[in-house]
Every structure is written in C-alpha cells, then in structure tokens.
C-alpha cells in the first residue's frame, strides 16, 4: 500500500508532465495556426525555428514520461528506500539511469520552451523595422521589402 506521501508525489509528477506538454504542445499548436499568416515575412523563419525547438520538448516530455516508469520499477525492487548517499540537492550519482535520464528530458523540456520563446523573440525583434514599416497590402513581397532596415541603408 502506498503512502500519502507517495501519492501525493505520483499525482503531482502526473501534473507536471502534463503541464510540459500541454505548454510545448499548446504553442506548438498556436504557432501552426499561425504559420499561414507569416509566410513571407520575417516572422516565418522565427515561427519555424520555434516550432522545431518546441518539437523537441514534446519528445523530451515523451521520453521523460516513458523514463520515468523505469525509474519507478527500479526502485521498487529497493523498496523505495533512498541510498544511503542521497543527498538533499538530489545530485546521487547512485541512482539507477532511468532517474537520471528522466530528471534530464524534463529539465530539458522546460529549456526547450524558455529558448523557443527567446527565439521567436529575438526574431521578432531583429526584424522589427520591416515587420512595423507601412506597405500597400496589394505590392507582392520580395527579398527586398523584407530585408532588415539597416541592410537596406547600406545597399543603397
């Protein structure tokens, strides 16, 4: 029988999974729904690149979800007892390597969405002159309309 402090560890690890993939799969899903609307612009590299580095979060959560139930069966045949050189920064080299692994696909979902917004960010930011400057919506877009501000000062 399970302990409360056992369960209450079970169902908050089941949340935080979630949670990661809800969030790299969720602005996954916004940015698809995006992507029609940048194509052509400076925006469209940036909606790619993110959607890419979140892919990669989703499958960390996956691998994670999966490492973490041979984490658990590993130390159920230790009757779930920590090694006695388990220390409190949770940094026991002792532990079997689904934990490990599993502590490191989560930690690197979450870098996944942290780096995927400073991408579209960056992005975003980098091309700011050209995605604010005034157009006629019927003029087709060309490498020229959408080459940086400060490139363009140069060329001319």
């Known amino acids: 029988m399970m302990s409360d402090g056992v369960k209450i560890r079970a169902q908050v690890h089941a949340e935080s999974v979630g949670n990661v993939i809800f969030v790299n799969g969720g602005g ?5 729904a995006l992507l029609p609307s940048v194509i052509g612009t400076p925006l469209f590299v940036a909606v790619l690149c993110t959607l890419s580095i979140w892919g990669f979060g989703l ?11 041979k984490c658990s069966l590993a130390l159920d ?4 007892r920590p090694h006695p050189d388990a220390n409190k920064l949770a940094t026991n080299t002792r532990l079997p390597w689904a934990c490990w692994g599993s502590r490191v696909c989560l930690n690197s979902s979450i870098i996944a969405f942290v780096c995927g917004v400073i991408t579209m960010v960056a992005i975003s930011f980098w091309h700011l002159g050209v995605l604010t400057e005034e157009r006629n919506p019927s003029d087709p877009l060309t490498l020229e ?7 363009r000062s140069s060329s001319s």
Do not use: D, G, Q, T
């Not at 996954?28 to 698809?32: G, Q, R």
């Not at 499958?59 to 139930?69: E, G, P, R, T, Y």
């Open 28 to 32: 996954s899903v916004a940015l698809i």
């Open 59 to 69: 499958i960390f959560a996956l691998i994670h979800s999966l490492l973490h139930i």
């Open 77 to 80: 045949r230790n009757n779930k």
């Open 145 to 151: 309309s959408i080459r940086p501000m400060e490139n």
